[in-house]
């Protein structure tokens, strides 16, 4: 019996718990109130592609629901992503011709100069960033000048320094080197600021790594590279301290912002890179990441809302304040349908 007694006190005891963290998750509301990390379509930057011509808006194969447009098409896009929350755009551009040293990319008619201007006599209000990068452009496929079987890096960079001009001169918001060359951020730096732009923004690709996440990517645009791989400039996977000197070394040059590529597969990189700066911090979702989702939720096996914005809050949670993600537009019709996760 007084074994009996003592079980019956213990077993109360232990079912009025003073501390129950189930109490905060009891209704959408209780939980909207207080979640720590709240997603937002602001928080959205929308990767396009752009090429020359008028009336074309193709489907991607690689990257379902995505397209290449041209300018009149990205036009009508950019509204709809706008009527939608989305604030800013980042445009890729896709060439008529491409040669060794990739110079239809400073090309004031480039498909990115012509989206840029008809962007921000339309619509002023949009925050358009442009990828600065040659790989798009080069017959070989690679970021830089080729010798040879080598990517030279000095005589790159005032080749990235034109096309940042080019882009500055039609009015860009923001230019974003992507190529991972070694002071192409100062050296940009010093050529928007000698042209007459010294307050145009740069969002540096600082952490980039060499990821098989950018599949997809590469057939969008066709920047495979046309021999070896770009192991030798972007960052090895397997390395986190590196990602801080990078950071560190483009915000000396100049930097405003820096990025951190891929996400998903990077969070423990994006925390880091959070806590070592304070500028803002941005994190690219790529098409790798995109492609998955969408394949998985084609066949049934992922419920694609939920995934998706799990996966851009994880991002946001890590530490990004930006996050450029192919799913803006539906990530953004979904967070005004139902704030909830």
């Not at 213990?10 to 720590?36: C, D, N």
């Not at 040669?99 to 100069?113: I, M, R, T």
């Not at 992507?178 to 307050?199: C, H, N, Q, W, Y």
């Not at 998955?292 to 995934?307: C, I, N, P, S």
Request: with cysteine.
């Amino acid at each position: 019996m007084v074994f009996r007694a003592e079980k019956s006190r213990y077993t109360k005891t232990m079912t009025s718990f003073a501390v129950r963290p189930r109490r905060l998750r009891s209704s959408p509301a209780l939980r909207s109130l207080v979640r720590e990390t709240v997603l937002d379509a602001t928080d959205f930057v929308y990767p396009l592609f752009v090429r020359n011509g008028s009336g074309i808006k193709t489907p991607i194969a690689s990257l379902p629901g995505l397209f290449h447009f041209s300018p009149d098409t990205l036009l009508t896009e950019c509204e709809a992503a706008m009527g939608e929350g989305i604030r800013a755009v980042l445009l890729f551009g896709i060439p008529d011709a491409k040669d060794a040293e990739g110079s239809e990319g400073w090309s004031a008619e480039g498909a990115v100069q012509q989206s840029v201007r008809l962007l921000k006599r339309e619509l002023p209000e949009l925050l358009v960033i442009t990828d600065v990068c040659l790989c798009e452009y080069t017959d070989h496929g690679h970021c830089g000048v080729v010798s040879g079987t080598s990517v030279l890096n000095d005589p790159t960079l005032p080749l990235l320094s034109r096309v940042a001009v080019s882009h500055a001169e039609a009015g860009a918001d923001i230019v974003a080197p992507s190529d991972m060359m070694d002071g192409r951020v100062g050296a940009i730096r010093a050529a928007l600021d000698t042209e007459g732009f010294p307050d145009t923004p740069i969002l540096s690709y600082a952490a980039k790594y060499a990821s098989a996440f950018y599949g997809p990517f590469r057939d969008a645009v066709g920047s495979t590279p046309g021999f070896g791989d770009r192991r030798s400039y972007q960052m090895d996977g397997a390395n986190r301290r590196e990602a801080i000197r990078e950071v560190l070394i483009d915000i000396a040059e100049g930097a405003d912002m820096v990025m951190v590529k891929p996400a998903l597969a990077y969070l423990d990189i994006i925390r880091d890179v959070r806590e070592a700066v304070n500028v803002p911090v941005a994190a690219y979702n790529v098409s790798g990441e995109y492609a998955m989702v969408k394949v998985a939720a084609e066949r049934g096996l992922l419920d694609e809302k939920r995934t998706v914005l799990e996966a851009l809050t994880s991002i946001k949670r890590a530490g990004a304040d930006i996050i450029l993600t192919y799913h803006a537009r539906e990530a953004a019709r979904w967070l005004s349908e139902d704030a909830t996760i």
